[in-house]
Every structure is written in C-alpha cells, then in structure tokens.
C-alpha cells in the first residue's frame, strides 16, 4: 500500500515538472519569435538608410559633375527662393533643413530627377541638392563651393543629408616652355 502511495505522488510529481518544464520552452520559442520580427524591422531601416545615403551620395556626385561642367554658365548671383527649376548656384546663407507635409526638404533646394539611379517609383522622392557659392580660393585661381545633397529611401523616414566643399580651379600650363 505504501508502495502504491509513492508511486502516485511520484507520477504526479513527473506531471508538474513536465508541464513547467512546457511551460518554459513554450515562453522561450515565443521570445524568440517576437525577437526575430524585431530584427527583420531593424535590417529593413538600415537597408533603407542605406539606400538614401547612396542617393544622396549620387545627387552630390552630380551636383560636382554639374560645377565642372557648367560652372561657368550657371548664375552666381541667384537668389535661390523657393524650389529651383533648374541647377543655380545660390548667394544665399547656410541651408536649413524643414519639416513640411512630404517629410524634410532642403530650404531653396534643386530638385533633380537626373541624378544617376534615380527611378521615381523606388525613391520615395527625387534627391535634392543645393550649390553655394563660398567665394574665390585663397590664391585666386578657383572658386570654392559647398553642395549640400538630400536623399530619400523607400519611405519618409529614411532620410539622409551629406555636404561636401568643392573645389575647382583655373591653372594654365605652358607645355614647351622658352
């Protein structure tokens, strides 16, 4: 009778522990379930960042091949209100960064559609750059700009801004000296 006692309490002892034992492994696979969408969100933004600072990147690189190109031709003394239609170095002082109802944009800022890789249905919107005139370089054979470059990813919230001093000079070189 003893025995039979023991036996009981002991298969009821196996149940409980069985259970908790359930009970842990269970609240663990749910752990890590949630903690695995958590990381899918996480490399999302980051592969959306990622994707503005390219573009961004890119508008930049433009707006240097369009100095380069046409600083001579672009205007130097252009006000720069409002969205510009078309490249323009502005005598404007330092760009200001706003929150409108499509998400920040570069006060006075050039919208441009050309810049290399952009597609209007990956971006959420075009990348925008602004050209600033510093004045000329010290040994008065070039002039100094700054670019500031806005790039967008998929969605609003990834949003990236890079800036870049930018040189170009005038150098005459006599190839067959006296």
């Known amino acids: 009778m003893v025995d039979d006692v023991r036996q009981r309490s002991e298969r009821g002892f196996i149940l ?103 597609s209007s249905s990956a971006y959420y919107a075009a990348p925008e750059f602004y050209i600033r005139y510093l004045g000329p370089t010290a040994s008065g054979n070039g002039m100094i700009y700054d670019i500031t470059a806005l790039g967008y990813g998929g969605n609003p919230s990834a949003v990236a801004v890079v800036e870049n001093t930018y040189q170009i000079t005038s150098k005459v070189i006599v190839l067959n000296p006296p």
Do not use: W
């Open 16 to 118: 409980v522990v069985s259970l908790v034992i359930l009970l842990v492994l269970t609240l663990l696979g749910v752990t890590m379930f949630r903690g695995s969408g958590l990381n899918e969100k996480i490399a999302g933004n980051m592969k959306e960042k990622g994707r503005a600072l390219q573009m961004a990147q890119s508008a930049l690189h433009h707006a240097e091949y369009l100095l380069l190109t046409n600083g001579a031709q672009m205007a130097t003394s252009v006000s720069c209100s409002g969205v510009m239609t078309a490249p323009a170095i502005c005598q404007a002082p330092a760009v200001t960064i706003q929150d409108s109802a499509t998400g920040p944009s570069l006060s006075n800022g050039y919208v441009d559609t050309n810049a290399p890789g952009y």
